[in-house]
């Protein structure tokens, strides 16, 4: 389907995840912007600005929740005069199926989406990236850094340590502890923030992104979210992606994700998501 189109929506927001900003999307707004899109990358309230200060000063982000994140971009999205495509890394992911839960956007992705209620099993990959946070509850009420080893485990495990490292030093912040700790306890928590109506008919189309090498939102667990939504009538799809890390936003062989996602997402929104899979 051409991006010409008119029915196809003209605006992407796209929506990043813990331990880095919305400048983690930099390859991905760059190359859809080149496509023709208005693209729409904010930080979490709070998080916005110099990554360095952020660093330095966590107390705008220490008790930031679940909730909060999705009425800030919730906010964005219903400013915008026309629904548009929603994508989401990582939690990012789990807000993007949050928004479509409440019937916001024309097609959304979430790429190797983190933690949704009502997930059972937990891969231990996924609990050691996940360890240096929810180690300590006094981590709930602040915003944790991930050293550069624990990054490059969680994120970035198919680079080497040097390669690593520099994806550390451009992108890595803290994360606010609150959310982890909301998507762990979700199961025991009634009401929970990532809580899903995965029955629900009405939604937009939803991609679900996974990497086969993905540490810290493991393979499994993304099918495991996807089958979630088996006895709904809306359009949900599941593509796995063979030896990518946590960091396919920018590790090499970005630009194959980047492409299938917004070629589904523009399919989607017009009626026919199958296009783009051929």
């Known amino acids: 389907m051409s991006d010409s189109n008119a029915a196809a929506p003209s605006t992407i927001v796209l929506i990043h995840g813990l331990f880095v900003t919305a400048l983690s999307w930099e390859h991905w707004a760059e190359r859809y912007e080149a496509r023709g899109f ?72 979430a790429v190797d989406p983190g933690p949704v209620k009502g997930l059972l099993a937990v891969p231990a990959t996924a609990v050691r990236a996940a360890f240096p946070v929810l180690k300590n509850p006094a981590n709930r009420h602040r915003a944790v850094a991930l050293t550069a080893g624990e990054f490059h485990y969680a994120f970035t495990n198919t680079l080497s340590e040097s390669e690593s490292d520099v994806i550390y030093d451009r992108y890595a912040v803290p994360g606010p502890g609150r959310v982890l700790f909301q998507g762990a306890l979700a199961n025991l928590t009634p009401h929970a923030a990532n809580a899903i109506d995965f029955r629900n008919d009405d939604r937009a189309p939803l991609l679900l992104i996974a990497g086969g090498e993905d540490h810290l939102a493991p393979e499994s667990q993304t099918e495991a979210n996807f089958k979630k939504y088996a006895k709904s009538e809306a359009v949900t799809e599941l593509k796995s992606f063979p030896g990518r890390s946590h960091f396919t936003l920018g590790e090499p062989g970005w630009e194959e994700v980047a492409d299938y996602a917004l070629d589904w997402a523009v399919a989607a929104a017009a009626g026919n998501p199958s296009s783009s899979a051929d």
């Open 38 to 109: 208005e693209v729409i990358a904010r930080s979490f309230p709070g998080m916005e600005g110099d990554i360095d200060a952020l660093r330095a000063d966590t107390s705008a982000i220490d008790d930031l929740g679940i909730e909060e994140i999705v009425e800030h971009y919730a906010g964005i999205v219903e400013e915008l005069p026309a629904p548009p495509i929603i994508m989401g890394h990582s939690f990012g992911g789990v807000f993007t199926q949050i928004l479509l839960d409440r019937g916001l956007g024309a097609a959304g992705v």
